[in-house]
């Protein structure tokens, strides 16, 4: 799973996603709740805006109910959760800009924040959900990555706790960006939810300064 990003320059966005980046302050890393550039499509095309990471927000969580996740949905049964399920129906499907994501390497018996990218270093676009709340000042927006199960990939695997499943996030192809926002239907979109190419990436160490 992927809990933490970094967005690309804002610059980058027209030559890479295919519209200006939205208007609004960000952070470069992202955590949950907090609000990072997206695209969606309308009848003019793609477009962009900011929305929250975490497909329900921790405002919205009840007080008597356990805080809980949802920055990432498992593509296997996004259909069925509860979460997600009404968003993936209705095909409320997003890119997110993406320069680097951050996964935890156990490989030296603790705990390593290593960054991964495109091998050539370019942007480029985790595939997402997104959602509407109603909240302080009027309509938000949120989304989600969706995953899949990494447990052979050859990079993917190499990720999170030991004995633990390993998840990827999906990286959809510059040229199919146009093609996932237009899919007509669950299935259409399935067809975009696979696993990254692993020649295609590139990994390194990247340790949170002191």
Request: proline residues 8%.
């Amino acid at each position: 799973m992927c809990t933490n990003y970094r967005v690309p320059d804002k610059q980058l966005f027209s030559e890479y996603y295919g519209t200006p980046a939205p208007i609004g302050e960000w952070r470069d890393e992202v955590y949950k709740d907090y609000f990072a550039p997206i695209i969606r499509r309308d009848g003019d095309g793609p477009h962009s805006d900011l929305a929250s990471f975490g497909m329900v927000p921790r405002e919205k969580i009840p007080p008597a109910v356990k805080l809980f996740d949802t920055m990432n949905a498992r593509a296997e049964t996004v259909g069925e959760k509860r979460s997600f399920s009404g968003a993936w129906k209705k095909q409320q499907l997003c890119l997110i800009p993406t320069q680097v994501f951050y996964e935890p390497d156990y490989e030296t018996g603790k705990a390593v924040r290593w960054s991964t990218g495109m091998a050539d270093g370019s942007p480029f676009a985790i595939a997402g959900l997104w959602r509407e709340w109603e909240g302080e000042g009027g309509t938000r927006l949120s989304f989600t990555m969706l995953t899949l199960n990494a447990d052979h990939h050859p990079l993917m695997k190499r990720f999170h706790k030991p004995g633990s499943e390993k998840r990827s996030v999906i990286i959809v192809r510059t040229d199919d960006y146009d093609d996932w926002l237009a899919s007509r239907s669950t299935d259409e979109a399935r067809s975009f939810v696979v696993l990254p190419v692993a020649r295609s990436m590139n990994a390194a160490p990247a340790p949170k300064s002191a």
